[in-house]
């Protein structure tokens, strides 16, 4: 009988002592080192983000780096020239201090190019209006937390979403209410200086996809359906489009809201 209670006793503790140390991974650090997958060397500069925490960091002159993340906390990991990797958190790499990530060069194949020059006259009043004008600029106003785009545009987006919120079926409401969680997360990107660095130099818009885990064709929606324009989604980089997402949500829910009342 004592033997038996000693076993009992025993495994007890065992399971309390996984538990807490499964708790304590949840607020553990991981890191790791970035290398180049054809040389092997370590890689400085590379922006990773945990996706489920909304967590940056960049990697040292070493290619080290150190970031919060939990077992199956998933990193993004983000190189101009190389491919974006994703890799799954798992306990060996909170064992190993030496873990080695490889990210592999982009083979880029360069078709013809044609340079079609301005045709100029010399004269300036007649050469600017030959000139292409990049209206996609957004400024801000000291003290506001969101941004404008410059430029003409048709009705606000404020009209623009009040008619989503009028009619049920409408791409903004079906697109915002089937993606709570992920709106919800705008406002944790935006406050993350790691993530604002990396997103304002990118204009392919595949991290904010690997982030709010919608599709580039819901994104373009979103801001054709807020009333941005072709030029500013096309050329806009990816911070840009972040806030713009971001105000678009936030007019939605002041509206909604009201709605409801």
């Keep these: 009988m004592g033997k038996k209670l000693l076993v009992i006793l025993c495994l007890i503790s065992s399971v309390v002592f996984s538990q807490e140390n499964i708790e304590t991974k949840e607020e553990t650090k991981i890191s790791a080192i970035v290398i180049n997958a054809q040389t092997d060397t370590p890689m400085e500069s590379v922006h990773i983000v945990n996706l489920n925490q909304v967590k940056g960091t960049i990697t040292n002159e070493k290619g080290e780096f150190t970031l919060t993340a939990a077992v199956n906390d998933t990193l993004y990991f983000s190189f101009l020239g190389f491919k974006s990797q ?7 790499m909170f064992k190993f201090k030496d873990t080695k990530i490889s990210l592999t060069e982009l083979a880029y194949a360069l078709e013809e190019v044609i340079v079609r020059p ?9 050469d600017v209006k030959n000139l292409p004008i990049n209206n996609a600029y957004q400024y801000s106003i000291s003290g506001l937390s969101v941004g404008y785009e410059a430029g003409n545009k048709n009705p606000s987006a404020v009209t623009k979403v009040l ?6 079926a409408d791409l903004l409401r079906n697109l915002f209410g089937k993606k709570p ?3 919800r997360k705008l406002r944790k990107i935006k406050e993350d200086d790691q993530i604002r660095n990396l997103l304002a130099s990118k204009f392919d818009r595949e991290t904010l996809i690997e982030l709010l885990q919608i599709e580039k064709m819901d994104i373009e929606d979103i801001l054709n359906n807020c009333n941005y324009s072709k030029s500013f989604i096309t050329t806009a980089n990816d911070l840009q489009i972040l806030d713009a997402i971001s105000g678009c949500y936030e007019d939605f829910k002041v509206l909604n809201r009201g709605k409801k009342r």
């Design 86 to 92: 994703k890799i799954r958190i798992t306990n060996d």
């Design 118 to 126: 301005y045709q100029l006259t010399g004269y300036l009043e007649i």
């Design 163 to 168: 008619g989503a919120i009028l009619n049920p």
């Design 181 to 183: 969680n992920q709106m």
